[in-house]
Structure formats: C-alpha cells, structure tokens
C-alpha cells in the first residue's frame, strides 16, 4: 500500500512538473509579443544615411550620356558657313580685281588754264619799238629805264616826258597786235626795278606800238 501512495504521489508530481513544464512551454507564445516591442529599433538617421549612401551609389553608377546631336550637327553647320563665307568674299576680290584690270582708262583730265607763254626768242625782242616816257616827276628815270630794257635785248625807240607826273607804278600801253608773249617779256623785265601795273591798251590811231610810262614806285 505505502507503494501505491508512494507512486501516486510520483505520479501527482510528475503530472504537476509537466504542467508546469508545458506551462513554461507555452509561455514563449505571449513572450516573443513582449520582445517584439523591446527589440530595439534602428535610428532614424541611420536609415537616412543609409538611403542617401544608396542613392549617392546610384548616382555614381549611372552612366554619362552621350553628347547631345544637336551638338554634332551645330558645329560641322559652323565650319561649313564659314567656308562659303570666305568663298564668297575671296571670289568678289577677283571678280572686282578682273574688272578693274578691263576697265578702260579714263582720259586725263584738261587743264582749264590758260597756256604760260612760251619763252620769246632774243629776235622777237627787237619785232616791236618800245617808246618811253616819263611819268614820275623824276628827272632821268626815261633814261634809265631805256638803258634797262636795251640791256634786257629789247628795241627802244624814243624817250620823252608823260602828259602827267602823277604815275606811281610803271605802266605798258600796246596795241592788240602785239604778241602776250612779247609783253610779258617785258613786263618780267621791268618788274625787276619798278612796281609794275597792269597792261593796258593802245589805240589804233596811236603812232606807237608799245609805250612804257615810268612811275614813281620801285619793285619791293
């Protein structure tokens, strides 16, 4: 008997730890619930580092583009408009090089003034009598000019007093038939002593051809 009570007591703690023991099994059902809310949680910013780190990989991964084709076609476009530019201008340098080299040449133009008299010969010098008279008031100024102008290799006639003695400037009278070039002659020829003025005519009526009235005033 004290055996039976002896076993059912085994058998009643045996029952007991099994219980317990399936109690304790059945514990770490409601246990990985409590340990799912203590399991420490990653920090926010870690997992934004991490992101970025991700994303800045990517980037550096990613491979260039290649050149856009706007660009290939833009810059042989650039080269080529250059070249027919310069084609152009070269080819407008030889054609107005071209023209002109053709052009005719334009006739020199025409001198408007009147012909310097040419130089007179010693001969013509003496073709006309020059007749000289006094018209400065002073005495021996007739002689002297007709020393003058006998020198000079022209012909003079006689010597005599002006109607007046008021001439300031020495004055050659002629007629239309005398040579410009003879009284210019002259005139050169006088100008080197005496102021001389300006010609003036003879009358026809006049028995002289050419007449040199002396002033009073010297060449400067």
């Known amino acids: 008997m004290p055996d039976k009570e002896a076993n059912k007591d085994r058998k009643r703690v045996v029952v007991e ?8 099994a059945s514990e770490p059902d409601i246990l990985p619930a409590a340990a799912k809310d203590n399991v420490p949680s990653e920090p926010e910013s870690i997992v934004e580092e991490k992101v970025t780190e991700v994303k800045r990989n990517t980037v550096e991964v990613e491979p260039r583009k290649s050149p856009s084709i706007a660009l290939w076609i833009i810059i042989p476009g650039i080269f080529l408009l250059g070249a027919i530019l310069g084609g152009i201008v070269f080819y407008q340098k030889g054609v107005n090089r071209n023209q002109e080299e053709v052009a005719t040449p334009s006739s020199s133009p025409i001198n408007s003034a009147a012909p310097s008299p040419s130089p007179v010969k010693s001969e013509d010098l003496t073709r006309y009598t020059v007749n000289i008279l006094n018209g400065s008031g002073i005495a021996g100024e007739a002689g002297k000019v007709k020393t003058l102008l006998t020198t000079a290799g022209f012909k003079v006639g006689t010597t005599g007093n002006a109607s007046t003695y008021d001439y300031t400037k020495t004055v050659i009278k002629a007629k239309s038939t005398v040579d ?41």
């Open 17 to 24: 730890e099994v219980a317990v023991t399936k109690e304790a």
């Open 180 to 220: 410009a070039s003879y009284i210019s002659a002259l005139s050169a020829a006088l100008g080197k002593t005496y102021a001389v003025d300006t010609v003036q005519s003879l009358e026809n009526v006049s028995t002289d051809t050419v007449q040199v009235i002396v002033g009073s005033s010297k060449a400067e």
